[in-house]
């Protein structure tokens, strides 16, 4: 059960200049579908539930599965709870033993994110749990205008953010955004420079699906330990069981399009871990 503090995975990411991938599951089968990758590949790897997910499975069925189901694994992975701005819901996660969690307190002014930020922080600390924090927020593609872009705070800001907080990563918008990219993004890879060379911590990469692998490779190299996917993981979960139902068209055997599902997140799994270089390096 190598289930390791995060901080450890993104501690080595970062010094080595690789990546993590921290993947959304949506339940039972993704779940085991990610893990089986991270066997397979033998990867170190971040597994996030988002809200709705904590919500729909239900916290105490979805940490029961995690503790099942890591039981076996041989590589370090750890459970993250992804933007969350309910601080109920992050301090039952962390009681129950999630080993980091996203405060995205990105709708509130920054020094009232701040001062919350700094409690979540101490509140972590007591469980040994990394918390990430943002301060601009990430839109989904579908609800952007082509040319909108998310508004950045000033670096100034930003790293202070950081330092006076105490988190341990911190989420950019970099021109990033969820969902998937009309074209490939423009991102404003100097930005992760900046920040990380102002406040020698690591950073998040949100919105991953549809980068292309050399902006992977440049932003990584520039300090992105932590590479968050998750459409890619919807995406190849509901097309390989539409393509299993267009091909076997009449058979309504659960397990056989189960099996497919699996067999497509765990290529797609797989396949971010080899982009990010992660391939090999769990210890
Ligand atoms: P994508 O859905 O674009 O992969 O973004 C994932 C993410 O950043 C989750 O926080």
């Known amino acids: 059960m190598p289930v390791v503090p995060t901080q450890r995975i993104i501690e080595r990411a970062f ?4 990546g993590v991938a921290a993947i959304n ?3 039972d089968l993704t779940l085991e579908a990610v893990l089986a990758a991270a066997e397979q590949q033998r990867s170190p790897l971040i597994v ?3 809200v709705k997910t904590v919500e729909q499975v239900g916290l105490n069925v979805l940490y029961s ?4 189901m890591t039981e076996p694994i041989t590589v370090p992975v750890a459970l993250h709870l992804d933007h969350c701005p309910s601080r109920e819901l992050i301090s039952a996660c962390l009681a129950k033993g999630w080993n980091s969690v996203l405060f995205d307190a990105s709708k509130l002014s920054v020094e009232e994110n701040k001062r919350q930020c700094v409690e ?5 600390e007591r469980y040994g749990a990394l918390v990430e924090g943002e ?9 952007m205008a082509d040319d909108e872009e998310v508004e950045e705070q000033s670096l100034e800001v930003a790293v202070d953010f950081v ?3 105490g988190v341990d990563i911190f989420a950019p918008a970099i021109g990033n ?3 998937m990219y009309r074209t490939t993004p423009k991102l404003d890879s100097q930005r992760v420079t900046d920040i990380v060379a102002a406040t020698g911590k690591p950073v998040a990469l949100h919105g991953g699906t549809g980068m292309t692998p050399d902006q992977f490779s440049d932003l990584i190299a520039r300090g992105c330990a932590k590479v968050n996917i998750s459409t890619a993981l919807k995406i190849a979960f509901m097309k390989s069981g539409y393509d299993f139902m267009t091909e076997h068209p009449g058979e309504y055997d659960p397990p056989s399009i189960f099996r497919a599902q699996r067999a497509a997140v765990l290529e797609m799994a797989a396949s971010h871990m080899r982009l990010f270089d992660s391939v090999g390096r769990a210890w």
């Open 15 to 18: 010094a080595d200049r690789y």
């Open 48 to 50: 996030q539930t988002s």
């Open 135 to 143: 301060i601009e927020g990430f839109k989904r593609v579908e609800d």
């Open 65 to 68: 599965m995690w503790l099942e």
């Open 25 to 27: 599951v949506v339940n």
């Open 163 to 165: 330092k006076s907080t």
């Open 177 to 179: 955004a969820h969902g």
């Open 120 to 124: 979540v922080v101490a509140e972590a």
